[in-house]
Structure formats: C-alpha cells, structure tokens
C-alpha cells in the first residue's frame, strides 16, 4: 500500500501524536509499504526516515499554543499528495486538514480519520464551563461532520471514539502501542533515583505537556497534599508548555523537580523505570501514551478517572477523581502495595500493547476500506 499521513499539531515536543506517527510509520515501512508524512513545521524541508519520507511544510505558528503549528497552505498539501498518488490518507487532525478528504474521494483513495482528541474537552477547556450547551451542539455537529467526510473513522480507545459513536457513526477502536524493548523494566537505575529522590522517600513522576488540558496542578497540589498528610514523597515534572512558567512557581516550595522536556529517550526511559509511580493527571486524555510507556518500564500509574486511561491502564494502575485529594489517596493506596508485584502487574499489562499489533490492526482497516472501494 502508498499510505499517506497528515497531521497538525506536530513538532519536536509533540509528544504521543509525534510517538504515534513515527512507530506507525516505521511499521507501515517494514511491511513493505511506502510511507509520506506531511507535518507542519518552521522551514519547507523534505527527509527520508526509517518511517517514510517525511515532508514539512513551513506553517504558522498556533498563538498561546505553548509553539503548536497548523498548516494552511492545503495548495502545498494537495501537491505534494497527488505526487505520492496514495492509496490511503490518514488524517490526524480536526482542523484544516480534515478538508483534504473530498479531494481524496475525488481521486479513488481511501480515506481514514484518526481521532487523537475529544472535542468536548477542548471545548470544556477553552470555555472553562461556561455555555455547556453550546459546547455539545458545536460538538455533536462537527462529529457528524467528521463522520461524513472520511471512509474510515478510528480511535484508540472507546472513550476518545464516544463523541464520534454518538452520532451513529461506525467507529474502529485500535490501540496505540509502546516500545517494550526501549521502556523496560530493566532501565531502571539506582543512580537515576539518588538524584531525584533519597532511598526511603517514594519518587514520582509526571511526564505531560504543561497546558491547562493536562491539569499538571492536580499533580502539584496532590504532593502539597500528602505533605499535609506528613507522607514525603519527591515528584518529577518531566515536559515543557505554555504552563511552565506557572508549574515553576507552585512548585518552588514544595519537593518538585521541574525538569523540563526531556529530550534524551534513554535517560527518560530510566526515570520512568526508577520511579514508584507516575502520575497522570489529565482528564481529557484519550490514551495516554506516557503512562503506558510507565507500565513498560514497570511502573504503576495513578490517572484521572475521567480520562480513557483507566481503559489502558486496568488493574496495573489507580484511577482517582480530579482533586488534589484524591489523587492523594490514590497514591498512598498505591504505595502501600507489594513493590515487586506492582511492577509485574505493570509490565504484564502493557506486553498487551506491542507496536506490531497496532501496525497490524491498522494495515487490516485499511485493506479492508481498500477493499470496498475496489
């Protein structure tokens, strides 16, 4: 198959849909396709990588987006397509490059679209509660515009695939996966511990992009908590986002390590595998790539109940209400179980999410919608 992907939102600290397309991609490669990743980006360029040729289009800047870029020159889009002529496109995005399916239809190419967010939350956070009504109208009606534009419509988890359901569209729920091999139990280093956390003091992490989405606060005032409860713990930040600065700040008095974005893959691994739990805060989440690369390294989560993470995380994590005191509990119920058997429920979980399957299940939709075209 030619399979071309598109997405928005997209850039060196993009993380789980940056993850998903780069693993996709090398999968599709090593099944013998041929692979086209159209990203946005500060410069035109063009490169070939393990997963495909990878075009990046110079795209505006998203404001107060903590550096987000959306591409709007679709001239240069449709170009490049028509070069590649794919048989599928995949789109992973709600924006403008949802308008490349007609032209693609036009053409005979298959087309399947990648919900990696839920707009009622975008929609929630934006307007902060206010006009909830408004908020489910604008909703239902871009579901169903979504729905009527592309072939294919997949989600990872029934949680981020509800909104499109709703609208009595036919959904396929396909997985994201982790490399398990890369976040591994065995990654996990005593040194990488000693310099976060001394040895009788648990160690957290939280690995999230710091945006109001993500309720990185949920996370801080949880440790503030457990303070108040006379239990010391020692909490990590690994990201960056238009909410670092803020981040910082609450965290000055308190036993938080603001280590930015971590852009080394290897010493992340690590942190992952050398703490007692990763934290999970966001409510809108609907997969949560960070903590199942936790699970993979061995290490329980405790997520946001609200969010599609307790679908991926079962019984190998917690999943607590969104307060500070919550989470707070969670925490302690986490740590207060056998240390060894928390980490084989964890890694034990997330063997359930190879790469390969996701590739797999994915080459099959698209077969399939190949298929009914022909």
Same mark, same amino acid.
């Given at each position: 198959m030619r399979i071309a992907q598109v997405a928005n939102f997209? *850039?060196?600290r993009? %993380? %789980?849909?940056? !993850?998903?397309?780069h693993a996709l991609g090398r999968g599709y490669v090593e099944a013998g396709d041929d692979v086209l990743l159209v990203v946005p980006g500060d410069a035109d360029s063009i490169a070939d990588t393990p997963h495909g040729c990878v075009v990046t289009l110079h795209s505006p800047l998203l404001p107060h987006s903590g550096g987000y870029r959306v591409i709007t020159r679709l001239g240069a889009v449709i170009d490049t397509l028509a070069a590649f002529a794919p048989d599928v496109l995949e789109v992973s995005d709600r924006t403008t490059l949802a308008h490349l399916s007609p032209w693609a239809r036009e053409r005979g190419t298959a087309t399947a679209f990648l919900a990696h967010e839920r707009v009622s939350g975008v929609l929630d956070t934006a307007l902060r509660g206010r006009a909830p009504g408004a908020a489910a109208r604008l909703t239902e009606a871009h579901s169903r515009w979504i729905a009527r534009r592309f072939d294919t419509l997949v989600a990872t988890t029934a949680y981020a695939g509800a909104e499109l359901a709703a609208v009595g569209a036919h959904v396929e729920t396909v997985p994201l996966g982790v490399d398990l091999d890369r976040f591994h139990p065995g990654r996990a280093s005593a040194t990488t511990r000693r310099r976060h956390a001394p040895d009788d003091v648990p160690l957290l992490v939280m690995a999230s992009r710091?945006?109001? /989405?993500?309720?990185? =606060?949920?996370?801080? /005032? #949880? +440790?503030?908590e457990l303070g108040r409860r006379g239990r010391p713990v020692r909490l990590v930040v690994a990201g960056s986002g238009p909410l670092e600065g803020r981040v910082r700040r609450a965290a000055a008095s308190l036993p938080v390590e603001p280590l930015g974005f971590v852009d080394d893959r290897d010493r992340f691994a690590s942190l992952l595998a050398s703490a007692d739990a990763v934290l999970a805060p966001g409510p809108i989440e609907t997969f949560g790539l960070a903590a199942l690369e936790a699970l993979a390294s061995g290490t329980p989560t405790v997520v946001n109940a609200a969010s599609a993470l307790p679908e991926v995380v079962g019984d190998a994590g917690l999943a #607590?209400? *969104? !307060?500070p005191? #919550?989470?707070? =509990?969670? +925490? /302690? !119920?986490?740590? #207060?179980? =056998? *240390?060894?058997?928390r980490r084989l429920d964890a890694r034990a979980r997330a063997v359930r999410f190879p790469w390969s399957a996701t590739v797999a299940r994915m080459r099959e939709v698209h077969s399939r919608a190949l298929a009914g075209a022909r």
């Open positions: 997209y *850039g060196p993009s %993380g %789980g849909l940056r !993850t998903a397309l710091l945006s109001r /989405e993500k309720r990185p =606060d949920l996370a801080i /005032e #949880a +440790v503030r #607590a209400l *969104g !307060t005191a #919550a989470f707070a =509990d969670a +925490v /302690e !119920t986490m740590l #207060a179980r =056998d *240390g060894r058997q």
